[in-house]
Structure formats: C-alpha cells, structure tokens
C-alpha cells in the first residue's frame, strides 16, 4: 500500500468550507437565547466612578445588566498570565489583577465595564447606549519606550515594569566585544499587528438548569485549556461541569489562544440569569480587545571580525504587553524570543535583556511565530547591515557563521538537533537566480526604479513543547499533548486529538498519519477534536505543535492498537504472537500465511465470549474493545530552519514597493502534505509581507485605535504578492518518531526581515522601519537623491 | 441600527414627498448603510428609490454621456457605449473599491455623498458635467460645496449626471492601500478650449487645480507639469499621507494622466 504520508491528498475539509458548510461558534443558536452586548470603556485610562444600570434595566427587553461589581461579589477570577518571568534580580514579575469587567478602573479602550443581556440583538444594544458610566479620564500611558518614565498605571507595578529579564552572559559578551573589530548596530520597531482572524471572536453559553452542568461554545484555539483555566482561576464552574466546544473557528493567529472576558462573564452570567446567551464580536471589538501581536523596540548589536566572523551579540529590548498580561504574553518576547536571536550563527557570546511594559494599549501576547519573528527580524537586520559594512556578499557571511556539525548548540538556550543550513541556503540562492540579481538592478535602474534582494536565513524554537523544559522556565503547566484511537466494531476509526484546527488541516493531515499506521483507507478515519466531551485532554494548537506533539500521541495510540491487534490476531490465528507480522493493514502468520485484516480484528475485540464453535479472541489478560489512547511529551522542542530571499522594486516617484519575486526554502523534517505545508508557508509569507510592507497599528496620545477597522488598517492583499516560488530541504527531527518539525509559523518568521533587507537594500542601506509605506520609502529616496547629489 | 420606516417609491415625486430633516435615500447603499450600522446616522425614514426604473440607465450622443442616478458602477465600467465616448470614465468606473462595490454602488449616490476622497466628483469637475435634479440643474462647479456637502436641498434628488465628452481624458489614482479609496485621484481632460485637471482626495473636497489646468491648455504635454511644486498648505494631512506627499503625488499623475491620454 502506498503510504499516505508525503502525498498530496486533497483535503477533507475543503467540501464543507469551500460549500459555505462550516458550522461556526455564530451559526449556533440555543432556544431561548438571549443577545449580549458589553458596555466598554472609550478611555484608555480612566477611573471608574459608577455605573448606572437603571435605565438600561428598565429598557425595553432587557433580561440583565451585571458589571464588575457582581463579578467581584461572587469572587469570579479574572484573566491570567500562563507563564512566570522572573526578573535578573531574581524578583518575581508584577501582575497586575484583570478583572473580566473592570469595576475600579479601565485600562484600555474597548476595556469591558458592564454587560446587557436582551431578548433581541438591537434590544441589547439600546440598552448598553442606557448604562451609564461615570469615568474620571486619567493620562494614558501609550508609548512604551516611554512607559518607565510614565506614571504607573498598575497599583504595585513600579516603572510599569512586569519584569526586567536576562539571558546570557553580559561579562562574556563585554569581553567579546572588546577584542572585536567592527561592532555593528540596529535600532528597531517590531510594530504592533492586529491578528485579524477571518471569524471574530464569539461565545454562545448554555447553562442547564437540571443538570448544572455550562456548555460553551466558543472561538478557542485550545478548548481543554479554556476549560481548565476557566474552572481553575475563573471559578465559573466545576471542570465536569463545563463543556467547552469550539466548532469550526476561522483563524486564530494566536488570537484565540486566551480565555476572554467575554468566555468567562457569559459563562457566569449565564448561569446567573437562567438562560442561554449569545455574543459575537462585531469587527471593531475585534481591532480593540484580540490580543496584538509584536511591539518591540530594539536596539541591538553584532560584534565581527573583519572576515566576517560573528563574535558577540548583545539586545536591549524593551516589549509592550499592553494593559494586562495573558497567557502567552510573559513568555513571547523572553524565552520564544530571547534564545533565538542569536539566529543560525555560532556566536561564542550573547545576552538578551527584555524590559516588559504596561501601557494602556490592548494586551499584547502570541502572534504566529511569537517572539521568533522579532529574534529573526533582531539578528537578520543585524547580519545584513554586517555584510553591507564589512563588504562581503550577504550569503557568504552567513554561509562563515552556520554551524558545521548538529546538534548545533546553540549560544544561549538550544540544542539544535538537526538541520543542514548551507543546502537550504545554496537552494535558495539558486532558486532565486541569486547571481543574476545585478543585471535585473541595472534594468530596473534603467527604467528609473530602484531594485534590492535581501536575504534571511532562519531557524525557530517549535514542537511547543517538552514539559519538563517549559516548566522549569515558567510555564504553569505541561505542553505534551494527547490523542484516543477508537477502532469502532464496524472497522470505522475515530481519532482524538487534543489539538485544534483553525486553518490547519488536521481533518487531513492526522488521517492521513492514522491511515498509514492502522493500514486502512482514509475515508475511514475520522478526526475528532474541540470538545471536551469528546476525547481525553489536550493543550490545543500554537506555536507549530499540532503535528509535532499531537500528531505523534496519534501515531503512538495508533502503535498500542496494532500491538492489541497482534496479540489478539495471534490467539484466532491460533499462533504466537512473534509469529505475526502486520503490514499494510493484515495480520499475516508468517509460517501459514494465514491473515486476518486489521477490520476482522477489530470486529473480534468487541466479541470477547465463546459462543458454539468459536472461541474468544481476547487473550488472557486483555480486555475487550479496541480503544487505545496516548499522551506524547517531546524529548526537545523541534526547529524547522531555512533561508529565503525577496527581491523587490521601489519606484521612487511614488515610494510603493512591489514585491517581485520571492523564494522561500524551508526544512520542516518529514513533510506529512506538502499541498497543506505550501499553503501554511504562502500564509505565513503572507503575513510577513503584510507586517514588513502593509500592517500599521497606530494608537494616538490618549490611546485610542487610530487603525481600527479595515479603512485604516492595511490587511495585505493577493495583489500585493508575486508568485511565491517554494522549495525543501530534508533533515529528520530525532526528537520524534515521525522526524516532523513543525510548519504552521516559519513563513512569518522568515520573512518580515526579508523584505526589509530587500527594501533597505534598494535604498542603498538606509535605515527606515516597518511597515516601509509607500510615503516613507518615498521620503527615504528623496534622501537619498539628496546625498548621491551631494556626494556626486 | 436603529429602527427606521422603509419607502420603495414608485416614481422620484413620490420620493421627494417622502424626504424630510430626517430621510435618507437609498441607492447602493455603500455609504448610507454602513452609517446606519455603525450608529453614525439614524433615520426616521429610509426611502429606497432602485426601484425608479427611469433613474437607470446610460445615453450617450455625440457631446454627451448621461449617466442615470442609480446606474452601478459595474454598468458604467462595462458600457461600450461610454468606453467609446469617454475610456477614461469606465476606466475611472471600473477601479472604484471593489467587486461588491462596484455591483452595488451608484453614480448619484457616490455625488450625493461627496466623500472627499471619492473618484467620481473629479469626472463631474474635469468634464463639466451637469447633475441634474428633480429640479434643476446645477453645474458641477457649483455642485460639490464641501466635504460630504453638495448643493442639493431638502427633497431634492439626482436623477442623472451629464458629462460633456472631451478630446482626450483620464484619471489616475493613488489608492489608499487599506480601503482604495483615493489617496489622491486625477482626472485630466483635455476640451477643445480648455485642460481641466480636477483633483479629489487632496483637499477637503474635490477642486479643479488652476495652475495645473492654465500650464496644460496652454502646452498640453507632461513636460508642461513636469516637476511642478504644488502648494500644499490647504492639503489634507493624515496618518495615511502628508499633505507633502499628496501634493508630490497630484502633480505626479498629472502627469501620467496627461502621458495616458
């Protein structure tokens, strides 16, 4: 049988989504229903005085107005950090309290203050117009390079400061760096991104009364989570007496990884009035309160030889979380970010040292690639502007820094298991037509336009993660993953995945896994996954684990069922079981050739007793049934590498940037579907281009969302694209059994520093920051029309 | 949205009885609906007039293109008739925001709204056109008052927009990248007497550029214009462009409206 994984299989999940099938979080309706709509603070800092629900109560099919001040009476929790940081003095990280509705103070625009509950949709919004709050506008802190200086928006959280964190070694990197000859500097903006998931958030909330028992339904990238942090730190009910299920969901980007106020709220309120509730973002609420992505301001600095060799690395970074900390928001700009900014280069000396801030800006936390974009963008500007000062070609200085043997061990917290980074960049220099690029310059230059190639190589930290690893950097819990294999008496298969699919493809993906390991058809594969009433457990899906850690508790569930099989194959074949071989679906006695199909074994499992003539095939000591499940806990993280290049063109006249070509090859281990990894990698690319060229995040002084919807706010368009030209390399990951590294991020790693160096490099080496817009790059050539003037 | 009552009158007199301090009509909708939506205007009466079979509808003669009121986008940039007369306009019609856009949205509501950054109030401009109302008939130069201002009054309905047909024409524009609307458009037109160049997006609202137009009736060529530095003082200044920015851009497709004609 030929094997499934490595094959382009169509996927399952086309003929729902592509039919308008897909039944999201929005398209559920409960009977009795009512609509909810949240009162949120227009300031971005401001005292709460009160709030008056009276007239909103009276307003016509209003069932309820609750705020913060029930929420904190019946000691409902709020939203938490995931992950403990701790400072270089060793002091633990200030977090300050997030309320679901703010009761004392409002923190951010678009902060929740109270909520109405209507018999109609409109009902509920006539009736928040009628809450009345009393706010005392305070100054709002928005910029954080300025946050420290600011006055202190969080009672005990001094500067504004969450944590003062460090990885490295300063004394080695001083040292370094005083025996260097050239040291090389960058001062950069990661700008901020709205995640913009195609499906805004949503939450539809079913409270049984005979039962107790709160079933929600809801846009989560990780159910089980919600459920346990929702139990655990919310108190909004017992764990088995909350049912979280996320359906289809539309994207997440990271932005559906965090519990929200509205899961939470709805889900208590619930309760509290005795009726079904429904609430679904419209597309502002979703600009003000999904969490943001990025918000570094950099400054960094490479020591060289003048060969070109790398020498030290030192990065001062100072990163906004916005109003609050959230899940993932204390880990992203520490340990996914600091470790991996020493990129793919042996550096004998490095240190990051990351200042959090508070700012009354909406809360910032993972947003695909989360912390490895900002390291990559940190150490590829930094390598680029190197080759451009010391001379030498951009690939060759990156070719004398690659390690020469895995594992790489890398400077500050990795051990890079596999990889080969010279093939993946010899690759891309060829695919790219690298040596071609000065006669295309000259014609673009002939045509009065400007043409630049920049280049990236990458590696990334994903497979997120080992426990054993992430706990002991903070994490509150573990990051394996787990899966159920249901070999049904008929020969049907459901797999139970703890992960979850929003733009994945797992439907596709995990059977195709399960399919090669049982030796069955596709078609008989299910994949189920985001309730919690169906499968064990699971951590959900971010930073590229799905395949990596669930798709390998699949492939072991699947190995315990073929060893259930072979033992129970061997009592009907009336053999011992050392004697069965099982190949493409059959258990075959090697001695008489005599088989039976995995189907037929299954079939049995369910029908342990004896009955005439046959015999049970249960051996002594087995159960009946045929179920088997799994919980994986990788040895390491896994780490995808590659190097892409993107040439583009500026016109001066006008300042726009065209990408015109781009090339991108990647090393993601054993690629399961190379369809889905290429449309992960287009999206990802997507993205990157979108923060590099297009995407603006812009608060003004007082903290209001200047770009809060799609009139201001540049999402990258098919049209701003060229042809993405793509190509693989090949090295097994030996953290897993499967040799898969993880594919979903990469392409929004890789490529925000790609870009820019191509626009910089177009630019003669100017500086300019992203998004390189149309008017900056345009004043940037004036610029430089200025300086050629003067120095010609 | 708040509540509103719904007219679908038969015929524009019934339409303009309809109107109040507190009606809106509705062609498309592209601008009107939205407004609803986000709470940024309410109705008491919302008087839908699609149904007006004579407000649709394209005529072209020798001098003029007519273009009815609630005549899509889509239909002007697909007309033969208008692509013959005029390319320009179709080619104008053809780059409003996008395909749903252009499916729903109408001339009459695009000049009734006169958003300052809209494509067609720079058509009506260059090409002297004539709008002409349940009414009257008013010149365009006298039409577009301010921004999201024009001179209609109470009960007063664009029934069609006349445009004189020129030598030569055309319109660039610089979109702004999140919603393509006009960063700054240019509509050059070239009549037998007269170089119009009507700018929109630049200003608070659309305006025929005198320096511009005087250089290219007298030279009708891109070297006329080329380089020219533009007075950006009264210019729009936001965070999608500075009024630099757009004053280099408005000479900048000048010329290259002037290079495509």
Redesign the interface.
Known sequence: MASLVGSRVERKEDGRFLQGKGRYTADINIANQTYAIFVRSPHARAKIKSVDTSKALKSSGVVGVLTGKEIAEDKIGGLIAGWAIRSEDGSEMKVPANPPLAKDIANFVGEPIAVVFAETL?EAKEGAEKVKVDYKVLKAVVDPADAMKSEAIHDGVDKNLCYDWLLGDRKAVDEAFAKADKIIKVDLINNRLVPNAMEPRACVVDYNTASEEITLYTTSQNPHLSRLVMSAFGGVAPENKLRVVAPDVGGGFGSKINVYNEEIVCSWASKKIERPIKWVAERTESFLTDTHGRDHVTHAELAVSNDGKFLGFKNETIANLGAYARVFGTVTPTYLFGPCATGVYTIPAAYSNVKAVYTNTAPVDAYRGAGRPEATYTIERLVEKAAMELGIDKTEIRMKNFPSEFPFKQTLVHTVDSGDYVAGLEKAKQMADYAGFEARRKKSEANGKLRGIGVSSYFEACGIAPSAAVMSLGCGVGLWESAEVRFNPTGQISVFTGAHSHGQSHDTTFAQIAADELGVPMENVDVVHGDTDKGTFGMGTYGSRSLTVGGIAIVNACKKIVAKGKRVAAKMLEVNEDEIEFKDGEFVALKSNKKKTIGEVAFACYLPGQRDEMKSPIPEGDEPGLIESSFFDPANFSFPAGSHICEVEIDP???NVKVEKYTAVDDFGRIVNPMIVEGQVHGGIAQGIGQAL?E?T?YDETGQL??AS??????PRADNFPEFNLGFTCTHATSNPLGVKGCGEAGAIASPPTVMNAVIDALGGQEISMPA???KV??ACKTMKKSNAKAA | MKTFNYHTPKDVKEASKLASTSSAFLAGGMTTIPSLKLGLATYKDVIDIKSIKKLSGIKVSGKSVTIGATTKHAEVAASKDVQKAIPALTKLAGNIGDAQVRNRGTIGGSISNNDPSACYPSACMALNAVIHTNSRKIPAAKFFTGMFETALKKGELVEAVEFEVPEKADYQKHPNPASRYAIIGVFVAKHKKEVNVAVTGAKSSVYIDKDLSKKLTSSFSSSAIEGMKLDHSEMNSDMHASSEYRANLVSLYAKKAVEAC
């Open positions: 409109d006249d006008t300042g297009h603006n812009q200047m770009t799609y009139m201001d706010y540049t999402m817009t149309a008017e345009w004043k």
